[in-house]
């Protein structure tokens, strides 16, 4: 079947039930990778399935699990695993969302939260679990067969954002996940992502196990530009000392001084930072990074959800697979690194063909990045020419002040202690340091004189 004719979910072997829960969600026609891949993995086939950001890639495996556990409804039926608690969170209220009309028990198993609790709802077997690998090892490697066996019988794993998780970062957990889930040939495996790498392409190379059919791989291969159609991407080259001005301009501009906008850095400092600084400045803004306890995380992405906050500062643990529809400006205050990580950033816009904008602020440090993020993506940014050196320059001082103020209350608040501490823990338990009292003796005395130095700069 053509992915480019006009076919409808039930044509794909979607059950009216599950139908109807769709149109309850006003979804009425399968988008382009729904059509490439829902057919295959209800005729049993493992999957790859690759897209660009916001085009309903979670529906094209949720749909299909939830098709064949409704003709056999065991548990534990499907796991799901993904890199983040924000993205499972979000998985997790998207089957409950599918599967509303059929009682589907469904559990969610990420850090930051009640683990005993998590350990008694998968010893119930739920049909299906929605995981960080993290979590889910934890309580495989803290609990015996009365919580863990369900998992020994699952039918499908899917592995969302696959090539994030593919990545060293999760490679002991996911071997404690695999350790007690089937062996790959009597399951079925859907990796899904909007950045394909070669590495998960070769898996399409390996011989299947048993009576299995081939894996089926599905690539968006029509046009070369790994990101949305409906995305503007811009950039602004400025000086790297007036960064933090010309963010507050570019959030100021008519055009954009009422959007909802997601603004990335590459640091969980200068989020605080940049989080802090904006507050100062009046902005309703919120915040999103690692250091932040879950709950915390949980409020802060319900408020930009909500639009209580128009502004959310995040870093990359905010830049996969959240779907927020309002979502209409991404700024990268930091360029990433890695250019998939661009993709995955500009893909929080301009999602399910709504339209977007992505503007990066661009430093004399930066050019080579451009270019690979051109590169890889397959096209160029534009200037954006509605930045005003002048209008930049009118609040700069009111923006340094701004900064320095938010910077001496991280110290006054002792942010960034709580990672301190767990890192020294890490070094005494490894024998590289000697006991905590040394280390934070000397840590203080740096800082004492970092701070005596600021409040002299204050006072001047
Ligand atoms: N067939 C459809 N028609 C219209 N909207 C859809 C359809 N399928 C999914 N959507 C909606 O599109 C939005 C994006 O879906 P989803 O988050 O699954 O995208 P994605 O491809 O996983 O994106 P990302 O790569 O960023 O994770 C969601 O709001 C979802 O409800």
Redesign the pocket.
């Known amino acids: 079947m053509s992915v480019n004719q006009d076919v409808s979910?039930a044509d794909l072997g979607v059950s009216p039930w599950l139908i109807d829960t769709?149109q309850a969600?006003?979804?009425?026609?399968?988008?382009d990778?729904?059509k490439g891949v829902i057919p295959q993995i209800l005729k049993g086939h493992d999957c790859i399935g690759g897209?660009?950001?916001?085009?309903?890639?979670?529906?094209?495996f949720a749909l299909p699990i939830l098709e064949s556990w409704s003709r056999d409804p065991l548990g534990i039926y499907a796991v799901v695993l993904t890199p983040t608690r924000e993205?499972a969170i979000?998985i997790d209220e998207?089957f409950a969302a599918l599967g509303s009309n059929m009682n589907l028990k469904h559990t969610l198993i990420v850090g930051g939260m009640d683990m005993v609790a998590q350990a008694i709802a998968l010893s119930r077997r739920p049909h299906v679990v929605v995981a960080t690998p993290g979590r889910l090892a934890d309580l495989i490697r803290s609990n015996g067969p009365e919580t863990t066996a369900g998992l020994q019988k699952v039918k499908f794993l899917v592995m969302?954002?696959a090539d994030r998780l593919l990545s060293s970062t999760f490679a002991d957990d996911l071997n404690d996940c695999f350790s007690i889930l089937p062996p790959s040939e009597n399951r079925q495996t859907l990796l899904?992502?909007?950045t394909v790498t070669d590495a998960i392409r070769q898996l399409k190379e390996k011989p299947t196990k048993g009576n299995k059919p081939p894996l089926w791989l599905y690539e968006v291969e029509s046009d070369k530009i790994s990101v949305p159609s409906t995305l503007q991407q811009n950039y602004v080259f400025v000086a790297s000392h007036v960064r933090e001005a010309y963010l507050v301009h570019l959030l100021s501009i008519p055009e954009n001084a009422e959007k909802s906008a997601i603004i990335f850095v590459n640091r969980t400092h200068t989020a605080e930072l940049i989080y802090s600084m904006l507050r100062l400045l009046e902005f309703r803004s919120t915040e999103l990074h690692s250091e932040m306890a879950q709950r915390e995380r949980i409020n802060s992405l319900g408020r930009f959800r909500a639009e209580a906050a128009r502004i959310l500062v995040a870093t990359d643990v905010a830049s996969?697979?959240?779907?927020i529809?309002s979502v209409q400006l991404i700024i990268n205050f930091d360029l990433p690194r890695d250019p998939d990580d661009y993709i995955?950033r500009v893909?929080?816009t301009a999602?399910?063909?709504r339209a977007g904008q992505a503007i990066s602020v661009v430093t004399e440090h930066d050019v080579e990045l451009v270019h690979a993020i051109e590169d890889r993506v397959g096209s160029m940014m534009t200037e954006y020419e509605h930045a005003s050196e002048n209008k930049v320059l009118e609040r700069m001082k009111e923006v340094t002040d701004a900064k320095r103020q938010a910077s001496l209350e991280m110290v006054d608040r002792g942010f960034g202690e709580r990672r301190q501490k767990q890192k020294e823990k890490r070094l005494i338990a490894s024998g590289r340091l000697g006991t905590g009292d040394d280390f934070r003796n000397k840590k203080r005395k740096s800082k004492g004189l970092k701070s005596n130095q600021k409040m002299k700069n204050k006072e001047n």
Do not use: N
């Open positions: 979910f769709l969600l006003a979804i009425y026609k399968p988008t990778v729904q897209a660009k950001t916001g085009s309903g890639k979670t529906a094209a993205l979000q998207q969302d954002e899904f992502t909007a996969r697979g959240l779907d529809p995955h893909g929080r999602r399910a063909g």
